[in-house]
């Protein structure tokens, strides 16, 4: 039987593991491959197997299969690019221009005035990163990577730029790629994996929600009109005392449940998400309906 | 990568009202992280003014300083892998002379000025010395790696034995390891001309 490669790293990832749980990383692995539109409905069954690095894969596996062709280096070609300091830049360009660019130059296309701007940029991302997941010395260790993801982001995407909460997304990412599966890529390469699944993440499917204001207003009205139909009795209470859904759904919606669970927990919930594919707004629909099954377990 | 302001010879308000307009409006807040200034500000309004650019600053004593003013003789600081020395220049007799500037630069504890003391510390130099006095723009860079920094007057105020009104200027280095990107702004008549000299291969005589 041929095995493609991720059979192989699939293997080797539980090779020390008992017999049951190899056979359904197998099952997985499998299904990943042959018929990726079940993954979601395998998972929300099974769950993704508790190895050390398969969830990387596997995430990787939906988001790319969802995207277009992303090169690995294309992330830190970028850093390399938004990263530098003003003279090295100088160097290359310069030939006998008449101006000579200076760091108090006003002006706004000076490239120094940019890289002070880029400064502040890092400055504000750096506030937010600190205060991520404060008390675990993974994120501390991890931080500088965090940073530059967000800084990439936020170049690569002016008209999104750095949204505080940014930082609370990429954290899952950031757990799964580099430590969890820090035996099937390097610290390098994970980065620039976890980079690309984010962007795409984000981009596919959180950015509308703060892009347009009338997309989660909606999502909202979804949410309540599904409340009515599955439970009116608590529906009918939540309207007398005038509760605004806004208040409490909103961070749920925009984070992607980030602060409402502890990380393992939302690794879970995470695997379903992005297992299914965002083309139908299939995901939207399960993310609402489990925002009004949270109401429900709440009452 | 820091960016260090060497400014000095102000002279507000005795010479002159106010730095002029052109150069208030370049030092903006938020850019810069070291000022080093040689003195003769005259004035506790321009301390804050320097103040305001940046909060690490460093002022040695002029000749025409308040003689309330706290400020020291010479400074020895370090910025990033190279020392920089800060020393008005008016103790040195004869007044702007290359000769003993360079001398200060490579034995800095050593000058014996009126009552001071011969100093017990090593013979240790610096690297960069910036001095003022000459209210006019130099840099030299000395044959074993050093080199002396002359900001000029940043007002344009004339020296003590002329009326004769001196060219406005500033330096600003940017110091990338041991090399240093030198920016010098001038104010010739109207506009602000603003040049870049960049000094590789300085020695490394960390003060320690």
């Not at chain 1, 499998?30 to 929300?44: A, F, T």
């Not at chain 1, 099974?46 to 894969?57: Q, W």
């Not at chain 1, 409490?248 to 990380?263: D, I, N």
Request: proline residues 5%; negative net charge; aromatic residues 12%.
């Amino acid at each position: 039987m041929m095995t493609s490669p991720l059979d192989k790293i699939a293997s080797y990832l539980c090779s020390h593991q008992p017999f049951a749980l190899q056979k359904r990383v197998v099952e997985l692995v499998h299904l990943l491959q042959q018929d990726p539109n079940r993954i979601s409905s395998y998972i929300i069954l099974y769950g993704i197997p508790e190895v050390a690095g398969l969830r990387a894969l596997v995430w990787s596996c939906c988001i790319r299969h969802w995207l277009a062709f992303h090169r690995t280096d294309s992330y830190w070609d970028g850093v390399a690019l938004y990263c530098r300091y003003p003279t090295e830049q100088l160097w290359k360009d310069d030939s006998c221009s008449e101006t000579v660019d200076h760091p108090l130059n006003p002006s706004q296309d000076s490239i120094w005035q940019q890289y002070f701007s880029d400064q502040r940029l890092m400055d504000r991302i750096r506030m937010d990163t600190s205060r991520t997941h404060p008390d675990w010395h993974l994120f501390r260790q991890r931080e500088p990577s965090m940073i530059r993801m967000l800084f990439l982001f936020a170049k690569q995407h002016p008209e999104l730029g750095y949204i505080q909460g940014m930082n609370e997304l990429v954290a899952p990412f950031v757990y799964v790629y580099l430590w969890d599966g820090s035996l099937v890529w390097d610290e390098k390469e994970g980065e620039a994996e976890a980079f690309i699944a984010f962007d795409s993440f984000f981009c596919s499917f959180v950015a509308s929600l703060y892009q347009n204001i009338s997309y989660l207003q909606e999502a909202l009205v979804q949410a309540e009109l599904l409340l009515k139909q599955w439970d009116s009795l608590l529906w009918q209470h939540l309207k007398r005392h005038q509760v605004d859904w806004s208040l409490f759904a909103r961070r749920w919606l925009q984070l992607c449940l980030c602060r409402e669970f502890e990380l393992p927990e939302l690794l879970k919930i995470w695997d379903v998400l992005l297992s299914i594919p965002n083309h139908s707004s299939l995901r939207w629909t399960w993310l609402i309906r489990f925002i009004v099954v949270m109401v429900l377990h709440c009452k | 990568m820091v960016l260090v302001l060497t400014i000095g010879d102000l002279h507000i308000p005795n010479r002159v009202a106010a730095v002029p307009l052109k150069f208030r409006e370049l030092l903006v807040p938020g850019k810069i992280q070291r000022v080093l200034c040689t003195g003769n500000l005259c004035d506790k309004e321009t301390e804050e003014f320097l103040k305001v650019i940046c909060p690490e600053i460093q002022i040695v004593k002029g000749d025409m300083d308040d003689v309330q003013s706290e400020y020291p003789e010479r400074c020895v600081t370090n910025v990033g892998q190279l020392s920089f020395g800060l020393c008005h220049g008016h103790q040195l007799i004869p007044w702007n002379d290359p000769n003993s500037l360079a001398s200060l630069r490579r034995f800095a504890w050593r000058i014996i000025l009126f009552n001071l003391a011969y100093s017990k510390h090593r013979d240790m130099g610096v690297d960069v010395l910036v001095v003022g006095h000459s209210h006019s723009l130099k840099m030299t860079e000395t044959v074993d790696g050093g080199l002396i920094i002359d900001p000029g007057t940043a007002t344009g105020a004339p020296v003590a034995y002329s009326l004769e009104p001196k060219r406005p200027s500033f330096v600003l280095l940017d110091v990338q390891g041991t090399k240093i990107i030198a920016y010098t702004y001038e104010i010739y008549g109207e506009d602000i001309k603003v040049d870049r000299v960049v000094f590789e291969r300085l020695a490394n005589t960390t003060f320690q």
